[in-house]
């Protein structure tokens, strides 16, 4: 199955206060992509990363990071100092080529709550 | 410019009526898509197209139909509305997926 699992549903952080977004995904496939996304409030999708599964390289953008695990199958976002405007919805989200089509198969996502 | 657009933004209709919401795009993208949102869900996959004429479906297609006759053009049709089909409807366009995904700002759609 191809799949993706965000198992933290809401994170609730008071403003500063590192948090990480868990994602664990699932594929046949030996090349594949990973995706995070950031729904805020007013409901686009903005992009924030992608990362392809042969380059397992962290990566730092400011305050966000990211860490791609293949043995573990996971790829988790950590926001370093959180402020109020991080508060949104967080997708992860996994691309394959199945049925002679390239899919996204998005996480439930998590909600995060950055209080003042 | 964003390069995608979907229309309408916004739509209230009743059940059992058709509706189309249509996804437009000027880049010249090979793949397009179908997404709906739904608390509890995130997003999930309806129906997608790899070029003029070629579509299939995803993992909730029960109840729509797709069609895809220009490469900028993507509709997506409720044949006849339930209130099961209240959601928000996002389109996706992709050339590769090395290169991403760019999202349409999103259609709420509230059958009464």
């Known amino acids: 199955a191809q799949k993706v699992t965000q198992a933290q549903t809401e994170i609730s952080v008071v403003e500063k206060e590192d948090v990480t977004l868990d994602c664990v995904y699932e594929?046949?496939?030996?090349?594949?992509?990973l995706f995070w996304y950031k729904q805020p409030p007013s409901g686009e999708l903005v992009f924030l990363i992608r990362?392809?599964?042969?380059?397992?390289q962290n990566e730092i953008s400011g305050r966000y990071s990211w860490n791609f695990q293949k043995s573990t199958s996971s790829f988790n976002f950590t926001i370093t100092a959180s402020q109020v405007v991080d508060s949104a919805v967080y997708f992860c989200a996994l691309s394959v080529f199945e049925g002679g089509s390239e899919k996204l198969v998005f996480g439930k996502g998590t909600k995060l709550t950055v209080n003042p | 410019d964003a390069g995608i657009t979907q229309s309408p933004r916004h739509k209230v209709t009743e059940t059992g009526t058709p509706v189309t919401l249509r996804c437009h795009q000027t880049e010249n993208h090979r793949y397009m898509y179908w997404y709906r949102q739904d608390p509890g869900h995130g997003l999930r996959l309806i129906h997608y197209?790899?070029?003029?004429?070629?579509?299939d479906k995803g993992e909730v297609s029960d109840g729509y139909s797709v069609s895809r006759s220009k490469t900028e053009d993507f509709l997506l049709t409720l044949e006849s509305a339930t209130s099961s089909q209240t959601s928000v409807y996002f389109c996706?366009?992709?050339?590769?997926?090395?290169?991403?995904?760019?999202f349409g700002s999103g259609t709420r759609l509230t059958v009464v």
């Open positions: 990362r392809n599964s042969f380059d397992e």
């Open positions: 197209s790899y070029g003029v004429k070629d579509t």
């Open positions: 594929t046949r496939d030996t090349t594949y992509y």
């Open positions: 996706a366009i992709s050339e590769d997926r090395a290169y991403g995904y760019t």
